[in-house]
């Protein structure tokens, strides 16, 4: 049981640097984004553009059928960052949470909305992962050890070692 869960755990760490990855590398060409609305008026995007991950929140304008939906474009040569909109910013993080206005409803006027931008370099994100990677290696690490310590087994190996108090006689590991 503990096998298993193991190399599941390993597996999704695997998967998840792999996605991250992915997206870094193909966030020069071009953007990905997957936007979602959860609530009637407001909108949520989670975006990879140019080596960058960014979520904000936007009012959400036209029709609420969808629940969901994911878009690919190339951002124009001249676009403003969604990191240089950002109040306070510095290598590569962003972030601003601010009322707004200037946005046109579909029922006409300006109205303040709130905006929030957060933005995570995808280096970031992947040092994240590395690191929770490793942690999760050493937690299972120990966890074994000290369960073939209380069970009388070799900690290295795993073999019996009541039969044999000094060394183990799989991997000659000393007691």
Not at 67 to 76: G, L, N, Q, V
Request: glycine share 8%.
């Amino acid at each position: 049981m503990f096998r298993w869960l193991y190399r599941t755990g390993l597996i999704l760490f695997i998967i998840a640097m792999l996605i991250v990855i992915g997206l870094w590398v193909n966030s020069y060409r071009r953007a990905d984004a997957l936007t979602f609305l959860l609530h009637t008026d407001t909108s949520y995007r989670l975006q990879a553009d140019r080596g960058r991950f960014e979520v904000y929140t936007f009012p959400h304008l036209g029709d609420k059928t969808y629940w969901y939906s994911f878009t690919h474009y190339t951002p124009k040569p001249g676009a403003t960052r969604l990191d240089k909109r950002c109040t306070h910013h510095a290598w590569g993080f962003g972030y601003t949470g601010q009322k707004q206005a200037g946005h046109i409803w579909p029922g006409g006027g300006d109205r303040m909305v709130d905006i929030f931008q957060l933005v995570v370099p995808a280096w970031a994100m992947l040092v994240f992962w590395t690191l929770l990677f490793a942690a999760y290696i050493a937690a299972v690490r120990r966890i074994r050890r000290t369960h073939r310590r209380r069970h009388g087994l070799c900690t290295r190996c795993g073999y019996d070692m009541r039969a044999s108090p000094d060394a183990c006689p799989e991997c000659g590991k000393s007691k």
